[in-house]
């Protein structure tokens, strides 16, 4: 343990899950847990949920679908602004014809974000313990003591990092972070002008744009690529000012700085999300520049994937072996992120060779097949996790699809709002025991006409029945007789034979 002794166990408070930091990813996670009735408590460095500036600015599709699945998107909606189209290299990829509610980007700052999510977690009654970090832990057959650098220790079943990229919950686990070293730096601030600047992104990524997107005008975020990479630490004002000299002919009377910092393209990806009892989400499991807007939507989805699992292993439900699916099912997402937001740096190098690169691209990515495989990696409804041989919708995301059931119409996601799987019957009532499963998987009854149309894939056949896991996407699909269903339910949902876990059976850990 990071430079602490364990602490006494029986003066710890114990909790079943402490989540290490309260972002986007940590406060996703905590509501996941909590919506399955785990007793979690996020330790959060920061007093409040302010940010020093607007930091990441926008959600994709799939993690608005995500958000629309447990009835909170339309909280993010209202408070921010759609466009039909997501970028790529400086290129426009319209999305408006993809098949979701939410075939667009969400124009939204992430202290809005945040908020919102905190405002949410906070309705489920999660506790935040604010000014404070993890400081070390030690983990053992049974859990993990967690040392705090104020207050009393704490005692958890399990320890998840969301620490971000410096993560001393990584470093501690001892969890190597392979990658890239940086090779370009941006200065990012907000800042206010006398004159009015030019508005717009540029070729070699950056630009300026007004932070109230809706009102425009002052204060003004500025993104610049900088000439050098090795920096002793953040800018100054008067490096600032030369930056734009440099890159507009003018500073536009530049002042009042209230966020003025530098990030690169180190791209380190962990080498595995979990050591023990010890998980690791967000950023603290993968770095990469922000070309794409990928990484806040990428975490929020590692703890979607990641929450209805560790769940049941805390409640005993299922072997601790599921967990291991975390991993096999999200390191693959990141790696494929880290790729694309790479590929983006390098076609954003300010020189005439890589202008005539990106115009080609940009040539290609109008021709649809190009465009709709690129966006739909970009949006994340393409995300097909690797269940074996079976139906095309077995791994990916279900459909929003409109339901009629004995109860009136609703929509796929609409059942979704508690987080628990549901076995969805869209054939004639009956045909399958779902007894051993009763109290943890909800059977529906309901019709839907026509097929179902996928991104990339298109129309596909409908199933008579699918298994729907509570991160949205299919654990099987076919006939309630097949064999399989019932092997479905065991291995995501747990066997009733498989016996004690020795975690526990109860969600809490007092």
């Not at 979701?100 to 009654?125: C, D, F, K, M, P």
């Amino acid at each position: 343990m990071a430079g602490s002794h364990p602490p006494d166990a029986t003066t710890a408070s114990a909790h079943a899950v402490v989540i290490a930091g309260g972002g986007p990813t940590g406060l996703m996670l905590a509501g996941e847990l909590a919506l399955a009735g785990i007793d979690v408590v996020i330790v959060e460095q920061r007093a409040s949920q302010e940010l020093d500036g607007s930091r990441a600015g926008g959600l994709h599709s799939r993690t608005l679908e995500v958000l629309d699945q447990r009835g909170v998107a339309d909280r993010f909606l209202s408070a921010g602004k759609t466009s039909p189209s997501l970028g790529f290299a400086g290129t426009l990829l319209d999305i408006s014809d993809f098949p979701t509610r939410h075939n667009y980007v969400l124009a939204l700052w992430q202290n809005q974000i945040e908020r919102l999510l905190a405002s949410w977690v906070a309705e489920l009654g999660v506790p935040i313990l604010r000014s404070t970090t993890v400081a070390g832990f030690a983990q053992d057959d049974a859990g993990v003591d967690v040392v705090l650098d104020a207050g009393a220790p704490l005692r958890a079943q399990f320890l998840v990092g969301c620490d971000g990229g410096h993560s001393l919950v990584r470093k501690t686990a001892g969890i190597d972070f392979p990658g890239l070293d940086p090779s370009a730096s941006w200065m990012i601030a907000e800042v206010q002008m006398t004159a009015e600047p030019k508005i717009g992104v540029r070729s070699e990524g950056g630009g300026i744009g007004p932070v109230n997107r809706e009102k425009g005008g002052g204060p003004y975020g500025v993104v610049l690529r900088e000439r050098d990479v090795d920096h002793a630490g953040d800018p100054t004002l008067p490096e600032l000012r030369a930056a734009l000299i440099g890159a507009y002919g003018t500073d536009y009377g530049v002042h009042s700085a209230s966020r003025l910092s530098r990030f690169t393209d180190m791209t380190r990806q962990a080498a595995s999300y979990r050591q023990g009892r010890v998980l690791l989400a967000g950023d603290a499991a993968h770095v990469h520049p922000p070309q794409g807007g990928q990484g806040l939507g990428t975490g929020v989805q590692d703890a979607v994937n990641l929450g209805w699992k560790l769940a049941q292993v805390v409640t005993g439900t299922s072997p601790t072996s599921l967990l291991d699916s975390y991993h096999a099912e999200r390191h693959p997402v990141g790696a494929r992120v880290l790729r694309y937001t790479s590929a983006q740096v390098a076609l954003s190098t300010p020189d005439d060779r890589h202008q005539a690169l990106r115009d080609t691209l940009a040539e290609l990515l109008g021709m649809d097949e190009p465009r709709r495989h690129l966006a739909a990696m970009l949006s994340g409804l393409d995300i097909h996790y690797d269940l074996g041989a079976g139906h095309p919708v077995l791994g990916r995301r279900m459909p929003d699809l409109e339901l009629r059931t004995a109860e009136g119409p609703t929509r796929v996601f609409a059942l979704m709002h508690d987080a628990r799987p549901i076995l969805l019957n869209l054939g004639e009532p009956g045909g399958f025991d779902l007894s051993p499963w009763e109290d943890r998987v909800r059977w529906v009854d309901a019709r839907h006409d026509g097929d179902w149309e996928l991104p990339l894939l298109g129309e596909v056949a409908a199933p008579p029945a699918v298994l729907i896991r509570p991160d949205g996407h299919v654990a099987w699909a076919g006939k309630l007789t097949d064999r399989g269903l019932p092997q479905a339910l065991g291995t995501w949902f747990g066997d009733r034979g498989f016996g004690d876990t020795g975690f526990g059976a109860g969600a809490s850990a007092h």
